[in-house]
């Protein structure tokens, strides 16, 4: 059975950071390329972030240059380094994991393990 477990979310002002961790097990967790999104209420849940097995990365415009993902093989874990967060960043931020070792896009129809989210606020 996969399990995905957020952690690292909360309460942020404007500028400030946060990294949320995922800690995977039941996969293969250096066979999959893994994902970050987010949903915000009344919106449709977006892909913020993804890296492939190889370490190779993408990034949704709208977070590139102050989000970082990175992947520890070692512990089985995923992170989202979030720098100069913005109001518009609040949301649930997910983790994800795709069928695969190689990712293109950041749709999220393609993931198929998800994890339950972390809250993510920014606000003063």
């Known amino acids: 059975q996969v399990q995905m477990d957020e952690s690292g979310g909360g309460l942020v002002q404007p500028g400030g950071s946060l990294e949320l961790s995922c800690t995977i097990s039941?996969?293969?967790?250096?066979?999959?390329?893994m994902g970050w999104f987010r949903q915000a209420p009344g919106q449709e849940r977006e892909g913020v972030a993804a890296?492939?097995?190889?370490?190779?990365?993408t990034y949704a415009d709208s977070v590139k240059g102050r989000f970082t993902i990175s992947k520890d093989n070692s512990k089985d874990t995923l992170y989202l380094q979030m720098n100069s967060l913005k109001p518009t960043d609040t949301a649930m931020y997910y983790c994800?994991?795709?069928?695969?070792?190689?990712?293109?896009?950041?749709?999220?129809?393609?993931?198929?393990?998800w994890g339950q989210g972390t809250q993510v606020t920014v606000s003063s």
């Open positions: 039941g996969l293969t967790f250096d066979n999959y390329a």
């Open positions: 890296v492939d097995s190889d370490g190779s990365t």
């Open positions: 994800a994991a795709y069928p695969g070792p190689v990712v293109s896009d950041l749709a999220a129809y393609e993931y198929n393990y």
